[in-house]
């Protein structure tokens, strides 16, 4: 009896060796049954944001950037964006994060300065830093006062010189006294407004 049970276990062990083995002369084992949405990138795309951030680059990309209620800030949530919202979504007023998500070369630190212009006329500005990261996520909390298009371009300081990286687009719808439509009724010859 305890040799039989030897013996299943040694066939179990065989099995997982076997199994292993030949999952391992696939070219990408962890890849097998896996189903994403998103292509797998490219072996040269890889090879070059892995050039980029090894290379002698020091300018950091802005590789993503979303508007959202609150930032997670414990587990797999820590340092994400929770509850995402659309950049035509906001209302005049409204207080969200600019979740972003930056590529920074090895090595580096960069100071960025962001700029909040509506209708051509910067409404505030401000500063941050970022570092060596393949992924260095920050945020902004934002309250646009002012109903339409805004843009918040982001400028990388070098040398004394700025360069634009990147520009985001929102539009802030105007706030419609707190979701109540309003209705104007004429008495005699007074026009009142009924909420």
């Given at each position: 009896?305890?040799?039989?049970?030897?013996s299943?276990?040694?066939?179990a062990?065989?099995?997982?060796?076997?199994?292993?083995?030949?999952?391992?002369?696939?070219?990408?084992?962890?890849?097998?049954?896996?189903?994403?949405?998103?292509?797998?990138?490219?072996?040269?795309?890889?090879?070059?944001?892995?050039?980029?951030?090894?290379?002698?680059?020091?300018?950091?990309?802005?590789?993503?950037?979303?508007?959202?209620?609150?930032?997670?800030?414990?587990?797999?949530?820590?340092?994400?964006?929770?509850?995402?919202?659309?950049?035509?979504?906001?209302?005049?007023?409204?207080?969200?994060?600019?979740?972003?998500?930056?590529?920074?070369?090895?090595?580096?630190?960069?100071?960025?300065?962001?700029?909040?212009?509506?209708?051509?006329?910067?409404?505030?500005?401000?500063?941050?830093?970022?570092?060596?990261?393949?992924?260095?996520?920050?945020?902004?909390?934002?309250?646009?006062?002012?109903?339409?298009?805004?843009?918040l371009?982001?400028?990388?300081?070098?040398?004394?010189?700025?360069?634009?990286?990147?520009?985001?687009?929102?539009?802030?719808?105007?706030?419609?006294?707190?979701?109540?439509?309003?209705?104007?009724?004429?008495?005699?010859s007074?026009?009142?407004?009924?909420?």
């Amino acid at each position: 009896m305890l040799i039989n049970k030897l013996s299943k276990l040694t066939l179990a062990c065989l099995g997982v060796v076997f199994f292993s083995a030949s999952a391992m002369s696939e070219p990408y084992p962890e890849l097998i049954g896996f189903t994403t949405s998103e292509p797998v990138p490219s072996q040269k795309s890889i090879n070059h944001v892995v050039s980029y951030y090894y290379g002698t680059q020091d300018t950091p990309i802005l590789a993503d950037y979303k508007l959202c209620r609150e930032i997670g800030s414990i587990g797999n949530d820590r340092n994400q964006c929770i509850d995402e919202l659309s950049p035509d979504s906001l209302v005049e007023g409204q207080s969200a994060y600019l979740w972003m998500n930056y590529l920074v070369p090895k090595g580096t630190e960069s100071e960025l300065l962001m700029h909040y212009n509506h209708m051509g006329i910067t409404r505030d500005t401000s500063n941050f830093k970022v570092s060596g990261s393949i992924r260095f996520r920050t945020w902004k909390k934002i309250k646009l006062s002012r109903s339409g298009s805004w843009e918040l371009p982001i400028y990388f300081e070098h040398a004394g010189q700025y360069t634009e990286l990147d520009r985001i687009m929102l539009n802030v719808k105007e706030k419609n006294l707190a979701g109540l439509s309003v209705a104007t009724e004429v008495a005699g010859s007074e026009n009142k407004l009924s909420y």
